[in-house]
């Protein structure tokens, strides 16, 4: 699974992207937690970001597989 | 619907052609976003954009699509400047063109309030 | 407030210039009417305007002077051809530049609307 | 006191202007009845049409003088 950071997510990350090894598909809190166990620095950003899969929003009930790339979103400024 | 959407770092010229070709076009309504040489009070050179680029476009579309639905138009045209953008130039232009100017109006208007809750592109720096 | 208000014969060019200068300047709105080639289900080959021009002028002045009071911009400029306007071809051609889109296209709306009703020009014929 | 036509009125009366001579100030309605007692077609149009007084649209209450340049403004329908 890749995992791609944005704006405020990438500073706080310091990576603009990584691979997460699963061998199951995960859950939105799930994948939360794993992240935020490598970046305990993006847990203020939780609340405000969104997760995309494949270049879609998800929504709560969103189940994450291996082979997706991943998104966080944080809130957006465009324009 | 003609539909057009650029991601991209070079400057957008300041003239466009039109959205959509035709002796059906009545209304070109166009908006033009540019950088202000003032961000939270600080005087700055210029903003920084960046954009998760195949998504923001597919947000770009789905948007459009849902508001020509509402009131269809016949072209749209997006261009969003990313990278280095300096004072006085612009970051954002998009062009409808309709009928009609009432729909142009609505979907110039609606398309940037979507755009600035929905699509993947920040700005991340001053320079 | 920079105000241009210009009723001819000539075109109207594809590009303008900003309606006002600077870094000030975030938004710039514009509205573009063209002639199409259908008018009450006949085909035309375009339109004739005329105008009452000294007091079309000055009664757009004062429009733009009443929507300011509520929302100020930084710079207007309308332009109104009149004579024949050939399909295809621009009949008005409004830009406003603020510093915010929502003043730009609250004032760019509010003038069509106010122009449909109170100034003096007219559509006279097609041709 | 100059009259100006424009557009249906101008059509209609024929002429795109013309003088009146008037020794006195006229309300509206008496101005109304002297151009209608010259363009008789005028009237249909005259429940619809403003007077302008030297480029000012006028309320009911106005009163025009002999110096004036009158305008006939039917609806509208620029842009």
Not at chain 1, 53 to 65: P, Q
Not at chain 2, 7 to 32: N, R, Y
Not at chain 2, 104 to 121: E, N, T, W
Request: proline letters at 7%; aromatic letters at 6%; glycine letters at 10%.
């Amino acid at each position: 699974m890749t995992i791609l950071y944005f704006a405020q997510t990438r500073r706080l990350a310091g990576i603009a992207s990584e691979t997460l090894s699963l061998s199951d598909p995960v859950s939105a809190d799930a994948l939360w937690d794993a992240i935020l166990a490598r970046h305990p620095d993006l847990a203020p950003l939780r609340s405000v970001t969104r997760l995309a899969r494949n270049g879609e929003f998800t929504d709560a009930d969103a189940v994450f597989a291996p082979g997706d790339e991943i998104a966080l979103i944080p809130p957006v400024s465009g324009g | 619907m003609h539909l057009q959407i650029h991601i991209g770092s070079e400057p957008i010229a300041a003239a466009q052609p039109a959205p959509a070709p035709g002796e059906g076009v009545g209304a070109l309504a166009e908006f033009t976003g540019l950088v202000r040489g003032e961000e939270n009070g600080a005087l700055i050179g210029g903003l920084i954009y960046e954009a998760y680029q195949p998504m923001a476009e597919r947000v770009i579309a789905r948007i459009i699509d849902e508001l020509c639905a509402a009131r269809p138009v016949l072209g749209v045209r997006v261009i969003h400047r990313i990278g280095r953008v300096p004072v006085g130039e612009a970051a954002i232009y998009v062009g409808v063109a309709a009928k009609h100017r009432a729909e142009a109006f609505a979907l110039l208007a609606g398309f940037m309030d979507r755009l600035k809750q929905d699509v993947p592109i920040w700005k991340t720096d001053t320079f």
